[in-house]
């Protein structure tokens, strides 16, 4: 599977289905992989490889792909998964590794039809650095609630340090970074809210 890898409660491989979905966005879209590639700045070749299911898509990527699409990570992922349940078993909960950039993220409560909140567990390895162009949807709303470690977040041209505890909350108009603090990983919660 590369060195990114997604794990799930069920069959069919939601790599499998993720691009599968990328592809029928870029059509809905009526947009040619050109100009994806040049929405996105991701080259033509790789996003044709990452449709065919060739390669798997690290976070930074999915990160360029929802925003030109205008959609937030989990809601895309949530795309993929059949009919989401009210009650999510842990064991039901996709996780989503990018191992080249030190990033776990286990959708805790996806998005669902006719909700407009979702939670996110996020774990960055020491030395884990994540950057976003921007958010998928603008003015998206964030609380990060840092359970375990420290977490550095940029946002809207703003530096955060914040420790077991802290919670930051605001609403993302800009580019976004998340950056592990210290020799221990940091696990964090990220509730996420549409406009």
Do not use: K
Not at 61 to 69: D, M
Not at 162 to 176: A, K, N, P, Q, T
Request: net charge negative; proline share 6%; aromatic share 6%.
């Amino acid at each position: 599977m590369g060195q990114d890898s997604v794990e799930e409660a069920g069959p069919g491989g939601v790599d499998a289905r993720l691009a599968a979905r990328l592809a029928e966005l870029r059509v809905e879209g009526g947009w040619s992989l050109e100009e994806l590639a040049r929405r996105t700045g991701v080259s033509r070749s790789t996003l044709s490889r990452l449709e065919r299911g060739e390669i798997s898509p690290t976070a930074a990527l999915l990160g360029r792909l929802c925003a030109a699409y205008e959609r937030t990570m989990s809601r895309l992922l949530a795309e993929v998964e059949a009919d989401p349940p009210q009650l999510v078993r842990a064991g039901e909960q996709t996780v989503w590794r990018d191992e080249e950039s030190g990033f776990t993220r286990r959708s805790v409560s996806p998005p669902h039809p006719g909700l407009r909140g979702e939670a996110i567990e996020g774990l960055l390895r020491p030395g884990a650095d994540i950057s976003y162009d921007g958010p998928p949807v603008p003015g998206l709303e964030q609380h990060i609630w840092v359970l375990d470690g420290g977490l550095e977040v940029g946002a809207n041209g703003h530096t955060y340090e914040l420790r077991e505890g802290d919670c930051l909350r605001f609403r993302l108009w800009g580019r976004s970074r998340f950056r592990c603090l210290g020799t221990e990983s940091v696990r964090y919660a990220l509730l996420v809210v549409l406009p």
